[in-house]
C-alpha cells in the first residue's frame, strides 16, 4: 500500500451523540471512508496518520437517503464508515490534531 493512497483513505471523523457513546463504551473511533477502502487499507491509514495501534476495524455502508429536488426526487449519495478499535491504552484526540 503505497502512502499517497492511505492518506486518500480517511475522509473525516465522524462525529454525532452516537459516536460519542460508541467511543466512550468500546474505545472505538468513527469515520467516514473512501467507498472503495477495504479494512487493512483502513488500519494502514490510522496507524500512519494517528500514530496508534489499531485493533480491529469494521465497516458499514450507508444509504444514501431519498430526497426531493423542487418537484423531481433526487437521492444522496451512498457512503461507507469505519468503526476503528483501538488497543488498550490508545486514544485519538481530535480537538489537539492528532495523537494524544
Known amino acids: 500500500m503505497n502512502q499517497q493512497r492511505l492518506m486518500q483513505v480517511l475522509l473525516a471523523p465522524q462525529i454525532s451523540e452516537k459516536a460519542t457513546f460508541v467511543a466512550d463504551k468500546n474505545e472505538q473511533v468513527i469515520f467516514r471512508v ?10 494502514a491509514a490510522v496507524e500512519l496518520l494517528f500514530k ?8 458499514a455502508n450507508v444509504k444514501g437517503k ?8 433526487g437521492a444522496r449519495k451512498n457512503w461507507k ?3 476503528v478499535s483501538l488497543k488498550p491504552g490508545q486514544e485519538i484526540n481530535f480537538v489537539d490534531g492528532g495523537a494524544a
Open 66 to 73: 431519498q430526497k426531493r429536488f423542487g418537484r423531481a426526487m
Open 34 to 43: 473512501a467507498s472503495d477502502a477495504t479494512k487493512p487499507e483502513i488500519k
Open 52 to 59: 496508534v495501534e489499531v485493533e480491529s476495524v469494521q465497516v
Open 81 to 83: 464508515k469505519a468503526y
